[in-house]
Each structure stands twice: as C-alpha cells, then as structure tokens.
C-alpha cells in the first residue's frame, strides 16, 4: 500500500479526550478514529490488525475441531425473554422498530446459538459440537474511556459447544483452554488463566485470560512463582501478601489487568430454557451440557499496544503488525524497490508521500512495522534496514534484505 493512496494520517497530538496509550497512539498512529466514546472506525492500517488477529484465532479454533458460521447481530427480543436476559442484563441495547416491534443487539450469542444448534442436535450422535464466529458485539458500557479496551460496540471472537455430559465438556473445556494460551502466546502476551466465578452464567468457576497492563480494569492477585493468578474482585479470600495457597513458595501479587478472553462452562442453563435436548446412548433425553468461550479482538489489538510501545509510538509484534515493512523512499525513490517487494509476495507500506526524511522516520517510528527500509540517493544501491526494536542500521542489498525478511 502507498501512503499517498491510502487515507493514513498521523497525528502530532493525540485528541484530548484519549486518556489510555492505546487510544492516542492507535488515533496519532492512524489507525482507528473514535465517533463517539466507546465506538471506533478502524482505518487501513488498524483493519489490518484486526484481520491478523481474527486470523490467528480462526486457526487456533479451526485446530480445536470448532468451525465458523456468522450469526446475527440483530436479534427478536423474544429470544432474550426466553432466559431472562431482557430483563436482567443491563448492557443489552434493545431496539424498537416502527412497526413497534423490540429487538436487542448481539452483547453475546447464547440466545441465537441455542435454537440454531436445536435444528442440529438430536442425539448423542450428533456431540460434541463447537461452533464460533468473529462478529461485533454492543454492550451499554458506562465506562468507554479506555480506549478499544473497552468498547460499547467491539470485535469478539464466540465459541459455543455441546456436549452430551459433563465429562466431554470437561475435557473440551480443557482443549479449548490450551488453544486459547496459544493463540496469546502467537499474539505475544503472556495470558495469565485466573480462576474467578462464573458471572451471570452459573455458579461454577469460570477462567479468565488476563494480561498484566496498568490500563487494564481487572484486578488480579498473581504468584511470581507458579501460575497462580485469581480475580480478587470475585474471590475475595485471598489478599496481597499472602502465600500462594498453590506453590506456597511467594506472596501473592496484586496487579491491573485487561481480561482478553474467558471460557465459561454454562452448564445447561440455556440448552433447557430452548429446550434443547438430546437423547443419550441408554436412550434417556437429556439436556446437553453447554460451554462458551469469548476473546475480545479489538480488545486483545489494544493490549498489545499497551504492552508493546514506546515514547515514539506502537512496536508490533511480527505476527499482526499491519506490514511486514516500512519502506521510506526519499527524494523520489523507492518505486522499484516497492514494485521488487510485492513481486517477493513481501507485505510493504510504502511512504511516497513527498515530506522532509525526519517526518517520515518519526511517522514509521509511530507506526511500529517490525522492519523500516529506506532508500535515497544516499544509499546507492543499497538499502537501509533497521528493526524498530533497534537503532542499529544496516546497509544491505537487496537479495540480503529478502534473506533477511525471509
Ligand atoms: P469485562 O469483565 O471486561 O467486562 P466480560 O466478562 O463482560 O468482560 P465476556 O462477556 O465474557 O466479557 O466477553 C468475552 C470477551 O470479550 C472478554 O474476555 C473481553 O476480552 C471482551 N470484551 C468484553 N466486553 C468488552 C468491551 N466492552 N469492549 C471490548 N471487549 C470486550
Ligand atoms: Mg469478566
């Protein structure tokens, strides 16, 4: 992509109102732009991002034997009478048609799931089954003023699955909180599992991902020295200072953090309120053990800039940074190499845009692609490589950037 072909600005000045890092850094950076608290546009750039991290964890459920459907956003309020949430849920944003008729807007997806899969679902034959889709979500959030972290409208990742007993929920439960570790660990955060109770769901224990960052809103007691790691605003038997009642080698830790994901065991909460069932191998009808397991993917994408920045601007890792290369041309040039990059299937940003070298250099520094290139008369027929994590520069020719890149 050219800059002079995109509509990527960058901004000096953060608007006054973004109070979080992510939030100044991805609206300087150019990546999303705020129309009102808690909702964003996501320019070039920033979809970019969301698409690199949709995509990861699209592999990661695929891996688990989960496969991806689109589910609605625009829901019949009926559905949400039918378990109570109408009533109970105080972020559900409910809509009138003129005809008089009452809708909500997706906040999560058990209502459609449930009478989906009833259609699916008739005997043990037919579990386990794990669907999910990517889709934006609406929630009345009174507090939107932390960026993309927390939205009133945001990008999450939902998982469904159905299981004939507990005992097959409990091993899926555990797949599927493998395959979350993984997905944080491609998207380079340390995901803490925390134990904390199963919200408006049910009263089992439900796990929660939680990375450390001060912008975060969860607040957590964490061992240095195990995995420990529990949400102190449910579980308030333990305090900072105390011994890790797991290890029992280190005290506890108490920290912010951002809760990235969750998986809840929903027990059969909604397979009965739809009356879904199905009939097992002795021939008894039952109702389908249910679990759901959420990642916030606009979420996670301004976790990683909490974590990953510094006082010039956002440092991607690899994985979803929105190019893999930065390539800064300056007195006119660049556009062979721009041309060569492509033709190497290479992912390149290309600042053609006609601005003194330091405004480009900060801009890339802004930015964050993990590898800036430039290219001037000064380079000859060499090109200029450094990594953002470093000040090092290397003239390099071109077969040596591609080893490099490769
Ligand atoms: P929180 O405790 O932060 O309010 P939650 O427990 O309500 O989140 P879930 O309903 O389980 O969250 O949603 C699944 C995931 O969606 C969360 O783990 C989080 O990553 C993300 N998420 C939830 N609410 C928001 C929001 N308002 N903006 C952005 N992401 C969100
Ligand atoms: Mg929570």
Not at 167 to 196: C, I, M, N, S, W
Request: glycine letters at 6%; charged letters at 30%.
């Amino acid at each position: 992509m050219k800059l002079t072909d995109s509509f990527v600005t960058t901004l000096r000045d953060a608007p006054k109102d973004a109070l979080t890092i992510n939030h100044q850094l991805l609206v300087r950076a150019g990546f999303v732009r705020q129309l009102m608290a808690g909702v964003y546009t996501y320019l070039p750039l920033g979809l970019k991002v969301l698409n690199k991290i949709s995509q990861i964890v699209r592999e990661e459920m695929n891996e688990i034997g989960s496969t991806e459907v689109l589910m609605p956003i625009l829901h019949p309020a009926i559905n949400w009478k039918i378990t109570g949430g109408w009533d109970k849920i105080d972020v559900l944003f409910k809509v009138k048609s003129r005809t008089k008729r009452d809708y909500a807007l997706a906040q999560s997806n058990e209502e459609t799931v449930t009478p989906l899969t009833s259609e699916f679902i008739h005997t043990y034959k037919d579990l386990p089954l794990s669907i999910y889709h990517i889709n934006w979500k609406f929630r009345d959030e009174l507090r939107s003023k932390s960026g993309i972290l927390r939205g009133r409208e945001f990008l999450m990742k939902d998982l469904y699955s159905f299981h004939i007993d507990q005992e097959d929920f409990d091993k899926y439960y555990q797949t599927a909180k493998k395959a979350y570790l993984r997905v944080f660990e491609r998207l380079g955060l340390v995901a803490k599992v925390t134990e904390a109770s199963g919200g408006g769901f049910s009263e089992k224990v439900s796990y929660e991902f939680e990375v450390l960052t001060s912008a975060g809103e969860a607040n957590i007691l964490y061992c240095n020295n195990c995995e420990y790691c529990v949400n102190i605003d449910d579980i308030k038997k333990y305090n900072e200072g105390d011994n890790c009642p797991l290890c029992k080698k280190a005290k506890l830790k108490a920290s912010l953090a951002s809760e990235v994901g969750n998986v809840f065991d929903l027990g059969q909460k909604y397979t009965k309120a739809f009356g879904l069932t199905a009939v097992n191998e002795k021939g008894t009808k039952v109702y389908p053990i249910m679990g759901c397991y959420g990642i916030g993917i606009s979420r996670t994408m301004g976790v990683i800039v909490e974590k990953f920045h510094d006082d010039k601007g956002i440092i991607w890792p690899r994985e979803v940074a929105p190019f893999d290369v930065h390539l800064v041309g300056l007195n006119g040039k660049g556009e062979d190499l721009y041309k060569k990059l492509k033709e190497n299937h290479i992912d390149v940003l290309f600042d053609d845009r006609d601005l003194p070298a330091g405004q480009k250099f900060n801009d890339a520094d802004l930015i964050g692609i993990p590898v800036r290139l430039v290219v001037s008369e000064k380079t000859c027929e060499k090109i200029e490589f450094k990594e953002r994590t470093s000040d090092k520069t290397e003239l390099l020719s071109f077969d040596e950037i591609i080893k490099k890149l490769k």
